[in-house]
């Protein structure tokens, strides 16, 4: 299967400006799963907005060198990728901040749809990743338009999986509810972090409710307690019936690192039809390892057995 991913991609400043990585969780989670995929039958694109000074080109360089296909990335050279410090405090948390709100990524439809809207209408991908970081940096107009692509994908057979990501820096918690409400029907696979549900709905009533409502076929809820413990339960509906399974991940809180890990390593598992538990299985032995590395990426090497 082919599966783009479509979101921003930030330059990162972690401790120190001498120490830049290039990230963002959306291209965090295509990366992985592109290095998963190579023995599972899985091409991975990357849909994204960023400049052409030296900074984007590097960023795109290193996309290429995981084998990422990178055909659907428009460079433009009067706008630049989001800039991310990362801060963290006493008790390991980090904590983001951000400055370029009118980054690339958020003209990626105005300056021409052509690229994605060809490859989906061409039925080159039977998968497209969205977080919702990825629909909040978009103008409405283009989130519109971003909803036009997704019906007509869904009516080629197309898969949708979509993330809750919330930033406040992008949108409100009213604009986020408004779209969610009209995107969360075309996804096949949900995954909900309940921080981000509590900060968007601002509660837990009707959790799961709404999610049958809307139709996911699958829904894997993420909760992080106060020790540090990250609990994913996953629900699986049905004609409104539920299957639930659970496991636990000893990550830090608010450890996102980890999320993108526990994603790639759950879908690289869920495109090839394979089970539940053996998906998890996967994401959980991924999101261990990621958790005894301080980057956002550990090397390659130390998941060539997985890959």
């Known amino acids: 299967m082919k599966i783009v991913f479509l979101g ?3 330059v990162e400043l972690n401790h120190s400006p001498r120490h830049q990585t290039y990230g ?5 989670r295509a990366l992985y799963l592109a290095r998963l995929g190579g023995s599972r039958a899985i091409d991975v694109s990357y849909a994204t907005c960023i400049g052409i000074e ?6 795109m ?13 428009k460079c433009l050279a009067t706008k630049y990728p989001n800039l991310c410090f990362i801060e963290t405090d006493s008790h390991g948390q980090r904590h983001y901040h951000y400055w370029n709100k009118d980054n690339a990524m958020r003209y990626y439809f105005s300056y021409g749809p052509a690229l994605l809207n060809h490859a989906l209408m061409k039925h080159d991908y039977g998968a497209i990743y969205i977080s919702g970081s990825s629909i909040a940096a978009l103008t409405d107009d283009d989130k519109t338009l971003l909803l036009s692509l997704l019906e007509i994908h869904k009516q080629r057979g197309g898969k949708v999986y979509l993330d809750n990501n919330f930033r406040n820096d992008l949108w409100s918690t009213r604009q986020a509810q408004y779209w969610y409400e009209k995107i969360f029907p075309y996804v096949d696979i949900a995954f909900i972090d309940l921080n ?9 009533r009707y959790l799961t409710q709404r999610y049958i409502k809307w139709g996911c076929r699958e829904v894997v809820f993420k909760q992080t307690k106060k020790n540090g413990c990250t609990v994913c339960t996953l629900v699986i509906s049905s004609n ?5 399974a659970s496991i636990k991940l000893a990550v830090k809180q608010g450890d996102d690192i980890a999320d993108n890990a526990f994603v790639a390593g759950y879908l690289a598992e869920r495109i090839n ?9 996967l994401a959980q032995k991924l999101s261990h390892r990621v958790t005894t590395c301080s980057d956002a990426i550990i ?7 997985i890959m």
Not at 24 to 28: E, K, Q, R, S, T
């Open 24 to 28: 963002g969780n959306v291209v965090n």
């Open 8 to 10: 921003e991609a930030l």
């Open 196 to 204: 981000d549900e509590m900060r968007i709905w601002g509660s837990s």
């Open 54 to 59: 030296k900074i984007s080109m590097k960023m």
């Open 61 to 73: 360089q290193r996309w290429q060198q995981e084998n990422i296909d990178t055909s659907l990335v």
């Open 273 to 281: 039809k394979h089970t539940i538990a053996q998906s998890l299985l």
């Open 240 to 244: 409104s019936l539920l299957r639930v």
């Open 299 to 305: 090397p390659s090497d130390s998941m060539r057995d």
